[in-house]
């Protein structure tokens, strides 16, 4: 097996290609992103790669061998509101490069993240169902709607193996967020070490799905390498961790840090996260491929703070 990852210096990419190495081999996973060099030894061997740039993925694909591709390059939420049309174009013709590729090629597999933005605010908000309503309002919540509609093509016009997970929002203390609605629940980790305080950009009583950086890989794996022929969905599915509050986070880090403070100021972004769901039904996840979450909101913030402590120290 020889493993492409777009889109690899990313928030996910970065962890989930350490993941990879250890499990398939440091050779045998190629990564890869816009930037002209790897950061570092352990992203080796690396490729500079814009998706938009389908000869070069060609290229790519054909020099290393590669059967299977996790298609991470993605503009995310905040950002792509403030720049929408190239939100539009990395995130549907660089998935559609990536499909066309592993068509023409005969990639075996190609996993490609979803996320929770695909649900609007007519979708129901709580123990949000598998098969819903699906009306996103950001232009990342439509690129990935249409993403997901994309690869069940794929799937059923080609016979190509796609799979895919609709990420929450992602905490970790390795890599930085890139531009999503859900960054305040790692920014506030940095700024209680750093300050003891925080302004949150999100309202007190916000509630969100997220997940713990070390759930959300384990669990890529693991649909990864669920036999396809149990997978009733592909493309699509829900995928849930820890719901909380703005505020009930900082109660918890407040356990690790007793004069931590925080504020509010809601921004442009709490338009979007009204938008979506405060909690996931993943049901789907646990009965076609054994999910099972592994981090609750008390044992996720002891670990970030243990793990920022000595990252920042």
Known sequence: MKILVTGALGQIGSELTAAL???????????????????????LP????????????????????????????AILSAAGEKNPNLCWDVNMTGLHNVLEVARELNVKQIVCPSSIAVFGPETPRDNTPQETVILPKTMYGLTKA??????EYYVAKFGIDVRGIRYPGLISYKTLPGGGTTDYAVEIFYEALKKKSYTCFLSADTTLPMMYMPDAIRGTIQLAET????????SNFNFAGISFSCSELAAEITKHIPDFKIDYAPDFRQKIADSW??????????QQW????????????????????????
């Open 21 to 43: 190495k250890k499990i398939y081999g440091e050779k045998n996973v190629v990564t890869s992103d816009v930037k002209i060099e790897a950061p570092s030894e352990e992203f």
């Open 46 to 73: 690396y490729e500079t790669l814009n998706v938009l740039d389908k000869p070069r993925l060609a290229e790519i694909v054909k020099k290393h061998n590669i059967t299977v591709i996790y298609h991470l390059a």
């Open 146 to 151: 249409a993403g997901e509609l994309l690869c």
């Open 227 to 234: 036999d396809f022929s149990k997978l009733k969905n592909h």
């Open 277 to 286: 769901p405060r909690s996931i039904d993943d049901s789907a996840s646990r």
């Open 290 to 313: 054994g999910w099972k979450v592994e981090y609750d909101l008390a044992k996720m913030t002891a670990d970030m703070i243990e793990n920022l402590r000595q990252k920042l120290s």
